[in-house]
């Protein structure tokens, strides 16, 4: 219908504001006539007119008109003619300049005149009635002239909606309220618009209509006092009081409404007196009081509402040990359903050093529950022993945890639930929960070693070392055969500095399991680590007559470089090579000590023996791609890397070498092509959405980044080059964000860490470095392009990760 009328409502309003502008024109149409008129005017009398502000015009025009100046009174009061004159005679010309001086029928003294006096008494005058115009207007004082605007806000209707609207709303609300004026309902609806068309005391008078024909309604009554100011609340209140008095809401509301904190107890008071069973009031007034008269008011308030278990336990806090424990007895029998009652008692118990009752506690609880008909909610009581670890009562959450973590589990879902709930307890900073879950899960299941290693870890994580060493002993002693578990127990000595101890835990691993590779390479690189590299090479020897596998033979090489013994180390892998010839790490080192010694072609044909035997080993291929290139040969490490991409389809790490080689080459159209063939190839390869960001000119680099983002989100190549690009843009705290981002999803990104660090030694504070280095150790980072040139180059075998993580931060460009 609004559509069908729309056509004629606009020519209406059409016409109406034709006829409005024939009675109204506007000044411009006013004087169009006398602007036509214009034409007549010559260039002669158009250039005669005066201009404004022109002086010698305005004389010409009125020749004969005289200039007056009024003279200040600082002029008459200077010193003229060498005298002081403070006052001029009245008969004098002067004189009559001055209002009320020397004027007919003015008395006017004999003697001189003092002009210093007028001006005080003009200006007194004139502050008189300033001050009386700006308190009183008409007799009526005026509001604060600050607050006055504020006050006229305040009038303007909050409601922005259509007049119609609100008219149409009003007549709804009358009808329903003339149809039923027993429905509170229909009142507060109304006084409610009116409020918001800012007819506030339309409102009030609507609401207290409402409570005269609803005067059981608590609704209408709180309404009524919200509306009033608070003076008239009060009074309102009352008056609700009076009508309901078994009302706690109205009470309460009354209460909120006192100021005084002797008058709000009052209120309390008056009101528990008419409802003696409402905890909620008796909460309220236990508040307002100090301790002594609390605990008196509670035991009033546990003989009033005696199934409160929040009163009980209140009253419990307050007293004394001996009293808490009879109050807590008297508790459970009132309300024998209850399970705070008993863990309550529990933790009194535990407080007062009398831990042997905390199990006969808990277990009498469980017995007791049971027996009253209550279900053993697993699930709630271990959340009431995460509870209690919070609150300090370690003994009592232990009890907790044993005496529920069995209930209502199928034998073959045991081990799986238990290790959940320890998760979940570690994850909400339940740790002696957790420790008391794996407890138990090892007493039942002694010889998993999954269950051993989770404990381990959360011991590592959580605990102290001391933990984690008697833990582990315990371990090593049910699953003798686990290597993790004593290599932990070693590195855990180790770490700690008794180089002895560790030396006596893997001689005993040695005796559980006799030539264990990881056992044989952890005592290896104890020795080593420790410079003991005579006792080291010794073990290496053992080994390799005991155990010879790949590991072993490319540790011994790797002993022997690190201390540069080239030849021994080339004889080892010569040896090593004939045995193993398709372990791919042995011809890497080979390559690469005889690249050291300068035998670059010997150094070519182990990497292609290499890779006849091991064609799937991306590294290798990139190191021949990296000799040729070194040796000058463009076209052969081109060739190299195209060999490599037939032989190993989609690898992002090939194409990425050949990209790169084409950039240091100069070559940066071709690089630009290799790049959109590569990520033709590998959509989804991180590694070549990073570099393809810093390839394009800085305008186009956001563009790309978003591109990459969209492909690999949580590839940290890609956030890594992102955090990069807020770097070189200066967007410090966005880059932060980003690096944090980056590690978080990939720890052992050793390229992010070292990035981030040398961001912050350039904007971030000592505290935030330091903070990052203790995070980086802690991670325990491996990979990444830079990190990994650091840490793998023999010369830095002995560094640990914070040194690792500085000498790469040398060697990275800020980013541009």
Not at 158 to 173: C, F, P, Q, V
Not at 351 to 378: P, Q, Y
Not at 472 to 479: D, G
């Amino acid at each position: 219908m609004d559509e069908k009328r729309k056509e004629y409502r606009e020519k209406r309003l059409k016409e109406d504001l034709e006829r409005y502008r024939q009675e109204r024109p506007k000044i411009q149409q006013q004087f169009s006539d006398l602007k036509r008129n214009l034409i007549a005017v010559s260039e002669d009398e158009w250039a005669n007119l005066p201009e404004v502000g022109d002086s010698r015009n305005k004389k010409q025009r009125n020749p004969r008109a005289e200039k007056f100046t009024p003279l200040p009174d600082s002029v008459l009061s200077r010193n003229l003619g060498g005298e002081s004159a403070t006052a001029i005679d009245g008969r004098s010309g002067l004189a009559s300049m001055i209002p009320g001086v020397a004027t007919p029928g003015m008395l006017t003294p004999s003697g001189d005149l003092d002009l210093r006096k007028i001006g005080q008494a003009r200006n007194t005058l004139m502050n008189v009635k300033l001050s009386q115009v700006s308190d009183s207007v008409a007799g009526q004082t005026v509001v604060d002239p600050k607050g006055y605007l504020t006050d006229l806000q305040s009038m303007i209707p909050t409601y922005g909606g259509d007049i119609n609207d609100i008219k149409k709303a009003r007549m709804l609300l009358k009808s329903v309220r003339e149809t039923n004026p027993y429905h509170p309902p229909a009142w507060i609806a109304s006084a409610r618009l009116e409020e918001v068309t800012g007819k506030l005391q339309m409102a009030r008078n609507l609401i207290m209509r409402g409570c005269e024909q609803n005067p059981q309604s608590e609704d209408l009554w709180l309404e009524a006092a919200r509306l009033q100011p608070p003076d008239t609340a009060k009074g309102v209140i009352a008056q609700a009081a009076r009508r309901i008095p078994t009302s706690v809401r109205i009470w309460i509301k009354a209460a909120d409404l006192e100021t005084e904190p002797k008058a709000k107890r009052r209120v309390f008071r008056k009101a528990l007196e008419h409802i003696p069973n409402s905890v909620r009031l008796w909460k309220a007034a236990v508040e307002m009081e100090n301790p002594e008269d609390a605990k008196i008011l509670l035991s009033r308030a546990v003989e009033c509402c005696g199934t409160s278990v929040e009163l009980w336990l209140a009253l419990a806090r307050l007293e004394t040990y001996e009293n808490a424990r009879k109050v807590l007895n008297k508790a459970r029998e009132k309300i024998p359903t209850d399970r705070q009652i008993w863990t309550t008692a529990a933790k009194l118990e535990e407080a007062n050093g009398n831990i042997h009752m905390v199990e006969k506690i808990i277990d009498r609880a469980l017995s007791s529950l049971s027996a009253n008909g209550v279900e053993i909610n697993r699930d709630q009581w271990l959340q009431e022993a995460i509870e209690a670890e919070k609150s300090g009562a370690i003994k009592c959450c232990q009890a907790i945890v044993r005496a529920v973590i069995a209930t209502g589990i199928d034998e073959e879902d045991r081990k799986q639930t238990w290790i959940d709930d320890a998760e979940n307890c570690a994850k909400e900073g339940a740790y002696e929960c957790a420790r008391a879950v794996y407890s138990y899960a090892l007493t039942e299941f002694p010889s998993k070693k999954s269950i051993w290693l989770r404990a381990a870890y959360f011991e590592k994580n959580h605990g102290t070392r001391e933990s984690l060493e008697a833990l582990l002993q315990k371990a090593v002693a049910h699953c003798p055969q686990s290597e993790v578990l004593w290599l932990m127990g070693a590195k855990s000595k180790w770490l700690a500095g008794d180089v002895p101890a560790a030396r006596g835990i893997l001689s005993l691993a040695f005796q559980a399991n006799p030539n264990s590779e990881d056992i044989w390479l952890a005592a290896v690189k104890l020795e080593s680590e420790n410079a003991e590299y005579e006792r080291a090479r010794r073990l290496l020897a053992k080994a390799r007559a005991s155990a010879p596998t790949p590991r072993v033979m490319m540790k011994s090489a790797k002993l022997e470089w690190a201390l540069d013994n080239l030849d021994e180390a080339l004889s080892l892998l010569e040896d090593a090579v004939k045995v193993f010839p398709e372990f791919a790490k042995l011809w890497m080192m080979k390559g690469q000590i005889e690249e050291q010694k300068e035998l670059l072609e010997r150094a070519a044909e182990s990497y292609n023996t290499g890779l006849k035997r091991c064609p799937n080993s991306i590294p290798l291929w990139l190191l021949l791609a990296a000799l040729e290139e070194k040796r000058n040969l463009l076209t052969k490490a081109r060739s190299v890397l195209e060999r490599g991409r037939l032989k190993n389809a989609k690898n992002a790490l090939l194409w990425l070498a050949a990209i790169r080689i084409e950039i240091r080459a100069g070559m940066k159209d071709m690089a630009n092509t290799l790049m959109a063939r590569a990520l033709q190839d590998c959509p989804n390869a991180g590694e070549l959405w990073a570099e393809s960001i810093f390839l394009e000119a800085r305008p186009q680099r956001k563009t790309k980044s978003v591109d990459a983002l969209k492909k690999c989100e949580h590839d940290p190549h890609v956030l890594l080059a992102v955090s990069k690009l807020f770097w070189s843009e200066r967007k410090l705290q966005k880059c932060r964000d980003w690096f944090n981002r980056t590690i978080k999803i990939d720890p052992d990104f050793g390229d992010a860490w070292a990035n981030f660090y040398k961001f912050e030694l350039q904007h971030g504070t000592e505290q935030q470095q330091q903070e990052l280095i203790e995070r980086c150790n802690a991670a325990e980072p491996k990979h990444g392009e830079e990190w990994c040139k650091v840490s793998k180059n023999i010369a830095n075998w002995c560094f640990k990760t914070e040194d690792v993580l500085k000498a790469v931060v040398r060697n990275l460009p800020t980013p541009i």
